[in-house]
């Protein structure tokens, strides 16, 4: 039961990443034309911030796919190799399933502007903790 409610979960995440992964893909290849207006406005504008915003938002997604993709190779890969020890394949299995589920609040939190400078306070004040809220 525990490794079907596993995989069971697995395949949530890699659908739900498919599905994001084809609406860019719809969204780049084959825009609609209120899409390339926008795009032909970024990339015709002066300032860098329109630029900046589109990069961001493709970027972090494209993060998150590499990511999860990278750890589901890796774990494929693992169980191809006949030479890699049993309890390598099996950190390779988890690391599959726990890092990208771990991996995604930390990229999505840190392109957050709030928790961004919230970091950056804790930061400067060395990692203390005592970081004076407004």
């Known amino acids: 039961m525990q490794l079907f409610l596993i ?3 697995g395949s949530f995440q890699s659908s739900i990443l498919l599905l994001m992964a084809v609406d860019r ?4 290849c084959w825009p609609l034309p209120t ?4 795009f032909i406005v970024i990339f015709h504008s002066h300032t ?4 900046q ?4 938002t493709c970027g972090t997604h494209l993060v998150v796919i590499t990511v999860g993709y990278l750890c589901v190779v890796c774990a494929f890969v693992g169980y191809r190799v006949s030479n890699i020890a049993p309890d390598i394949r099996i950190l390779l299995t ?3 399933l726990i890092i990208p589920c771990a991996f995604n609040p930390v990229i999505y ?16 004040h060395g990692g203390s903790g005592h970081v004076p809220l407004h």
């Open 7 to 9: 995989h069971l979960g």
């Open 25 to 28: 893909l719809v969204a780049i």
């Open 35 to 38: 899409y390339a207006i926008i």
């Open 48 to 51: 860098g911030e329109a630029r």
């Open 53 to 56: 915003k589109a990069i961001h």
């Open 94 to 96: 988890i690391s599959y």
């Open 109 to 124: 939190g840190i392109r957050t502007k709030e928790i961004k400078v919230h970091l950056m306070m804790i930061a400067a």
